[in-house]
């Protein structure tokens, strides 16, 4: 089995463990007992830390090259904080677009866990845990697996796959863009810190933002409610300014690190093998699942 098969599988067997953990997790008795942000944080752990401790105990593969638990420089790490912030109007823009066919589960998520919880625990639980878990073994493991595929395909790839374990269509167009950037951000500093900061800055300010529109709620001020036309142009026109800045950013970032740095790519003992399939058959699977779980059951159910 190549390792990008290999990969591909992994990642198949830990969407049918977080399927199977998820209704487990949803009715044990201890879950209501628990706070929201303390829920967040446990599934966070169980939904990829540990898959991340069982594929090195099997695997055996070296830690700290596997993961590229590398320093970043002070720069990137400047850059890399501007560029989530300007690609957040995007996002918006890709994610108002799917919620005119699909919920925004994720913003309800939120907006109904910031009611019952402070600031500093939702930063922890939504943007702290997600940055590390999934980082770790998005940009981690499965990215790691690709490197004897084309590196805009790996990055592709991994970037798909992240937006298809989140199990939620509305979602999915962003997602898969952001696993896809956050590729790229790996990639040219060799450090994963630079996609768990990206992570972080992005799902950090969706919390601020969502505690704001609380506290107007809760101060009782009135805005007037747009109507689909006008929230679209809104959001456009946003995301029109916010583009240059952010292409300005990622021309920096790759002025920076025209010439990466890959020490560690290729584990001792491996050959540097190009390899051209990433498994057919889990992937057919991984697509498959996805399709029943996030498109069919909700239509259904």
């Not at 008795?29 to 105990?57: K, N």
């Not at 420089?73 to 918006?92: A, C, E, R």
């Not at 500093?120 to 980082?135: H, L, N």
Request: net charge neutral.
């Amino acid at each position: 089995m190549t390792e990008a098969k290999q990969t591909t599988s992994i990642v198949l067997l830990t969407i049918i463990y977080q399927l199977f953990i998820s209704p487990v997790w949803g009715v044990a008795p201890w879950t209501s007992q628990m706070p929201i942000t303390l829920q967040l944080v446990l599934t966070q752990i169980l939904a990829f830390i540990v898959p991340i401790v069982f594929y090195f105990f099997i695997t055996k593969k070296p830690v700290k090259a596997t993961l590229r638990l590398y320093p970043i420089h002070w720069k990137n790490v400047i850059l890399i904080v501007l560029m989530s912030l300007l690609i957040q109007p995007l996002m918006s823009l890709l994610s108002f677009l799917a919620s005119l066919l699909f919920p925004n589960s994720v913003a309800e998520i939120i907006s109904q866990s910031s009611e019952f919880s402070t600031v500093p625990m939702m930063i922890i639980s939504v943007g702290v845990m997600p940055a590390i878990c999934e980082e770790l073994f998005f940009r981690g493991v499965v990215f790691s697996g690709y490197r004897f595929i084309s590196t805009v395909k790996a990055c592709c790839i991994t970037g798909l796959l992240f937006g298809i374990i989140h199990m939620d269509v509305q979602q999915f167009l962003y997602t898969f863009a952001l696993g896809s950037l956050f590729c790229v951000l790996v990639y040219h500093t060799n450090s994963i810190l630079a996609s768990v900061i990206a992570h972080f800055t992005i799902n950090a300010t969706q919390v601020l933002l969502a505690f704001s529109q609380m506290k107007n709620a809760e101060s009782m001020v009135e805005l007037p409610e747009l109507t689909l036309t006008q929230q679209f142009m809104s959001i456009g026109t946003i995301t029109l300014l916010s583009l240059p800045l952010l292409a300005g950013c990622i021309w920096l970032f790759y002025k920076r690190n025209a010439n990466p740095i890959l020490k560690d790519i290729v584990f001792e003992g491996e050959m540097a093998v190009q390899e051209s399939k990433i498994g057919s058959i889990p992937f057919a699977l991984i697509i498959l699942i996805y399709i029943v779980v996030a498109v069919v059951l909700p239509f259904v159910l």
